[in-house]
């Protein structure tokens, strides 16, 4: 059946299990979006205020539920506002497909009226991106798009269209097959490029030598201690991750990307690790004679000083990207696959050694150790002060549950979440991790409650962060979609002050907000209920009425006055051992 691109195009979406799409109109995607009209029954389009925040809104949709989320923009800003989103998933390992328009075919490289290179413009942040010159191959390129999208290690794509590829007609066909058929057919059609991507993407197996060689290392240790990171979420393999800690029995450090990979209460879980992580989860990685690294890529803010990160210990990384392998931190033995075969295979392979030589012989002074570190807490009150961020968060957390689903944008609020709610499921936790993206909660919490409906949805943001992406608020009240947002309100740019005060002599140069909006008149002209609360009972009741609001289907926004010089704690300094810790 002959169809026009951008009816191919909607067909193709639909056929890869699309049900919504984030994005803004324009002139070069008019096509795309009169077709949306017409099939606003089978893809439900969400009109966001702002281009990257319908690129966090997909990014929040693919976090919390595993799919690939999908955004749409128009050529030139349209198509240049989406770079921030696209490149925040492509930092955190996160499906993603941009979808692009741009000028007629004929129009390309003419510095036409909002033409831009996007495609040039965007391949350092994509795993890969396509013009689509002629419609006949458009719904190909969408189908390659969302293999390359979520195969492998997943990331974002790109695909640009320009306006008369939507208006041509071509055949439509529903896809005749795919998995690794169509990757092999992306290879053989689109050149060199695509043939070194599938090939890299290509290795899911792995030895059993190999496998024997890790297993012994494990074995041997005394003091193991297991590093995951967004890897064994981004694989669903969190199971595994338990059944292999709790096998050899030892203690597992969380990165930010990876919190809720292990429950915060289970005996084995130290916490976070890195600048902002735990006493427990930083000595220990120090003391360790094995770091087993599982699916994590040994970032700066989790090894501060690399040269002596993990200096008592030997390393084996786990990871399904090859590119990380001795890429920041040099290892001892690697296996690159998938995680969750890896781990699978390795419990495996315990069973064929027996408990004897599957099981490490792990001393129990190493957990009495681990133990007392696990006590070394910052206390809940650094300062003197009526309302305190730990009482926030933890309180939300509690009367949320465990249903819940935390998003932060960047900053001291993005840390507290970390540190103190209650993680205990994946994709629940969801922040900028690699990119540190101000600006991204809002959107992110957005596309998290349209795909997660049956989910209280919370944002915790700052009031820098939220000058960023107050807008959306336009979003959350059209599309009655409610989530919780928190600011936390210290009328500051909170973690650069907080370097200012310690490593620059309290020289505050442009981090006093002292300027509006008040936030609650501001909720309150987006038809929205917002509270403010300056104490621990404040909060109290303004949690109690935006859950009422929330429940009645409404966002809610609570403005929370918290201390100007309040820090996050702990603290690793710029160019210090991890251990070495500001308490």
Request: with cysteine; aromatic share 8%; net charge negative.
């Amino acid at each position: 059946m002959e169809y026009s691109g951008a009816r191919i195009l909607i067909e193709a979406l639909v056929e890869q299990g699309v049900d919504t799409v984030f994005g803004f109109p324009g002139g070069a995607v008019l096509f795309i979006y009169d077709e949306l009209y017409k099939h606003r029954d089978r893809i439900r389009h969400i009109l966001v205020s702002h281009e990257q925040h319908a690129a966090h809104a997909a990014d929040g949709y693919a976090r919390s539920t595993g799919k690939t989320g999908v955004c749409i923009a128009t050529s030139g800003p349209g198509a240049t506002n989406l770079v921030t989103g696209i490149a925040t998933a492509y930092m955190d390992s996160v499906p993603l497909v941009a979808i692009t328009g741009n000028v007629a075919t004929n129009l390309l490289g003419k510095d036409s009226f909002q033409e831009v290179d996007i495609a040039g413009i965007t391949m350092p942040v994509v795993k890969h991106n396509w013009i689509v010159k002629d419609t006949a191959e458009l719904a190909e390129v969408v189908r390659e798009a969302f293999i390359v999208a979520r195969s492998g290690r997943p990331g974002p794509v790109l695909i640009d269209i320009p306006k008369d590829v939507t208006s041509n007609k071509a055949e439509w066909g529903p896809s005749s097959g795919g998995g690794d058929a169509a990757l092999n057919g992306l290879a053989s059609a689109l050149g060199g490029r695509s043939r070194r991507l599938s090939a890299r993407n290509a290795r899911k197996t792995f030895s059993s030598a190999e496998l024997e060689t890790a297993a012994r290392m494990i074995a041997d240790s005394k003091h193991p201690f297991i590093y995951a990171g967004g890897g064994v979420i981004a694989a669903d393999a969190c199971a595994e991750l338990k059944a292999f800690a709790e096998h050899i029995n030892a203690p597992v450090a969380l990165t930010l990307m990876a919190l809720g990979a292990l429950a915060h209460d289970h005996p084995l879980c130290t916490g976070m690790i890195g600048m902002h992580g735990t006493v427990a989860s930083n000595k220990a990685v120090q003391k360790a004679d094995l770091l087993i690294t599982v699916g994590a890529r040994f970032s700066d803010r989790v090894t501060s000083r690399a040269d002596i990160f993990a200096r008592n210990a030997k390393i084996l990384q786990f990871d399904i990207d090859p590119a990380e392998i001795n890429k920041n931190i040099k290892t001892d033995f690697e296996i690159s696959g998938d995680i969750k075969a890896v781990l699978q295979r390795m419990l495996e392979t315990f069973s064929e050694f027996g408990a004897a030589e599957g099981t490490t012989g792990v001393v129990s002074a190493w957990h009495d150790e681990i133990g007392r570190w696990k006590t070394n807490i910052p206390k809940a009150h650094h300062r003197e002060t009526r309302l305190h961020p730990r009482f926030i968060i933890e309180e939300t957390g509690r009367r949320l549950g465990p249903a819940s689903i935390a998003v932060t944008d960047v900053g001291q609020h993005q840390m507290w979440a970390a540190q103190f709610y209650p993680h205990k499921r994946p994709r629940a936790f969801l922040s900028s991790g690699g990119l540190g993206t101000m600006g991204f909660g809002l959107g992110a919490a957005l596309g998290a409650k349209v795909a997660r409906p049956d989910c209280p949805v919370v944002l915790f943001t700052g009031d820098g962060s939220f000058r960023m992406n107050c807008g959306e608020l336009a979003t959350l009240a059209a599309y009655k979609i409610a989530v919780i947002v928190i600011v936390f309100n210290n009328g500051t740019l909170g973690m650069v002050r907080q370097w200012q005060h310690l490593f620059y002599d309290e020289r505050y140069s442009e981090t006093t907000l002292d300027r509006p909006p008040d936030f609650v008149k501001l909720a309150d002209a987006y038809g929205l209920p917002a509270y403010r609360a300056a104490d621990e009972s404040g909060f109290v009741s303004a949690l109690d009425a935006a859950l009422a609001d929330n429940a009645a289907g409404r966002t809610a926004l609570i403005d929370t006055l918290i201390d100007i010089d309040e820090m996050v704690l702990p603290m690793v300094p710029g160019g210090k051992p991890v251990d070495e810790q500001l308490l």
